[in-house]
């Protein structure tokens, strides 16, 4: 079964940057597509950024270009999501899990992101 255990939100101020991490086990990861994912209060979980496995393509939703960078470690079975010039609409529970999502279901408990001055 897939564990996903993300880490690294926290409470920011606007224009701050986060680095979020999550560590995935119960996959082969070097060979899956890993996304970001977030829900804010009151909306759908949505993908914000997506790597494929060798890192070498990324994909990211309008509202975080140029501001957002997803990368991967195969070797740590990690991906990473760096965030900066957070503004509070980015405020959310963050989620890792692969792109499409696992078909188990399976989904960690997140990392709050809440920016906010």
């Known amino acids: 079964q897939v564990h996903l255990v993300e880490s690294g939100g926290g409470l920011v101020q606007p224009g701050g940057s986060l680095r979020l991490s999550c560590a995935v086990s119960?996959?082969?990861?070097?060979?899956?597509?890993m996304g970001w994912y977030r829900q804010a209060p009151g909306k759908e979980r949505e993908l914000v950024a997506n790597i494929i496995s060798t890192g070498g393509i990324t994909k990211y939703v309008d509202s975080v270009k140029g501001r957002f960078t997803i990368s991967r470690d195969n070797a740590k079975n990690t991906v990473y999501l760096q965030m900066n010039s957070l503004n509070p609409d980015d405020t959310a529970v963050y989620y890792c899990?692969?792109?499409?999502?696992?078909?188990?279901?399976?989904w960690g408990q997140g990392t709050q992101v809440t920016v906010s001055s």
């Open positions: 899990n692969t792109d499409p999502p696992n078909r188990s279901g399976s």
């Open positions: 119960g996959i082969i990861f070097r060979f899956n597509t």
